[in-house]
């Protein structure tokens, strides 16, 4: 695809998307993994690293208000959402969603999200969180394998079969990554969107059912 056709894709996605009431174009990149994994099934506890400008939020917020009713059964249910959103920048308030404007890198976050889901009860985590790229593609890569690594630590307050959700650069030490996450989850693959820029190097990680 050429560069200009690239720019008109990227255009009338961003104008579709707040056509629809998203805040950007990256809701159509998690509808897209839902489709394919569907990663949000009897999810209602929510954690989404890396929020601003908060359409992953919404996007989560529409699946588990859609998961109360659709999943009223004897199996693993609940009457009610909780969303918890990170980010260094502001997010505008989304009802009946919590957000916190912090480094999520940082050791008091764990604690905020251990007190808000009260113990390892999440059932799916997402992360978008994207490093502040400096065009330099070797040392941008390595920086968020390294964002990447500082969110394992939330992996202990996601439940048993839980899923996992997150944006990653192909290169040195991805590797490494897919296969820490190998021994954390059942089924672990590897996703570029439809949405993604076809010359960028981001990809996204499900992990699937935590062991
Ligand atoms: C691509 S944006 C997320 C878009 C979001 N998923 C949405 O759909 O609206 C990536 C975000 O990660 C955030 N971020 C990166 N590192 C972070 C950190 N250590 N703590 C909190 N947020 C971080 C950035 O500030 C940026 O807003």
Redesign the pocket.
């Known amino acids: 695809m050429s560069k200009r056709a690239e720019e008109h894709k990227r255009d009338s996605q961003y104008q579709q998307a707040k056509r629809q009431g998203y805040?950007?174009r990256?809701?159509f990149k998690?509808f897209e993994i839902q489709k394919r994994f569907n990663v949000f099934k009897r999810s209602f506890y929510i954690l989404?690293?890396?929020?601003?400008?908060?359409?992953?939020?919404q996007v989560s917020k529409k699946i588990a208000i859609e998961n109360i009713d659709k999943f009223k059964d004897g199996f693993y249910h609940r009457d009610h959402f909780k969303i918890l959103g990170?980010?260094?920048?502001n997010v505008s308030s989304i009802d009946d969603i919590h957000f916190i404007k912090?480094?999520?890198?940082q050791p008091e976050f764990f604690d905020h999200v251990k007190s808000f889901f009260q113990g390892p009860k999440i059932d799916l985590i997402v992360s978008?969180?994207?490093?502040k790229k400096s065009g330099n593609k070797f040392s941008d890569q390595i920086k968020q394998v390294n964002?990447c690594n500082?969110t394992l630590v939330f992996l202990d307050l996601l439940k048993f079969k839980g899923n996992f959700v997150i944006k990653i650069f192909e290169g040195e030490d991805y590797q490494h990554f897919l296969n820490q996450l190998k021994k954390n989850f059942q089924t672990v693959k590897a996703f570029k969107p439809q949405t993604s820029y076809k010359k960028s190097n981001e990809v996204y990680l499900i992990g699937l059912r935590k062991k």
């Open positions: 805040r950007a990256s809701a998690l989404d690293l890396g929020s601003a400008p908060g359409s992953w939020l990170v980010d260094i920048k912090m480094d999520f890198t978008d969180a994207s490093i964002l500082s």
